[in-house]
């Protein structure tokens, strides 16, 4: 099994596996695997996105910890979708002081 993953807020760009044909097979759903593509469509859909902060809708963008009561940004409706606008699957490494987005391949062992 190899992946492929951007310095691009860690997004999944491809994940390839051994099959029985000539080579092996992709498995995401990602489309391309460009950058490019990722960017565009990352806001909409997720596909390839690592979760960071918060991994799913809090409804009405607002919750309660320990008596203290926190309103976050919405960006899907009237909810905060996988860490708002700006979440980790859009953190860019220049944002971070660490270079350009570019692909690493792993090959987990």
């Known amino acids: 099994m190899t992946a492929d993953v951007l ?8 994940v390839r596996v051994p099959s029985k044909g000539a080579g092996p097979e992709e498995v995401t759903l990602n489309g391309t695997g ?3 593509d990722v960017i565009e469509r ?3 859909t997720y596909f390839g996105a690592t979760p960071g902060r ?5 409804a ?7 008596g203290a009561s926190y309103s976050l940004a919405c ?8 860490g708002g606008p700006g979440g980790f699957s859009t953190v860019s490494p220049r944002r ?4 350009r987005a570019r ?6 062992r």
Do not use: C, M, Q, W
């Open 7 to 14: 310095t691009y807020g860690a997004n999944l760009l491809s």
């Open 42 to 44: 990352g806001a909409s």
């Open 34 to 36: 460009d950058l490019a």
């Open 75 to 82: 960006n899907n409706g009237p909810n905060h979708l996988h």
């Open 54 to 58: 918060v991994a799913n809708r809090i």
């Open 96 to 99: 971070l002081g660490h270079g």
């Open 60 to 66: 009405e963008g607002k919750f309660s910890l320990d």
């Open 103 to 108: 692909p690493r391949s792993v090959v987990p």
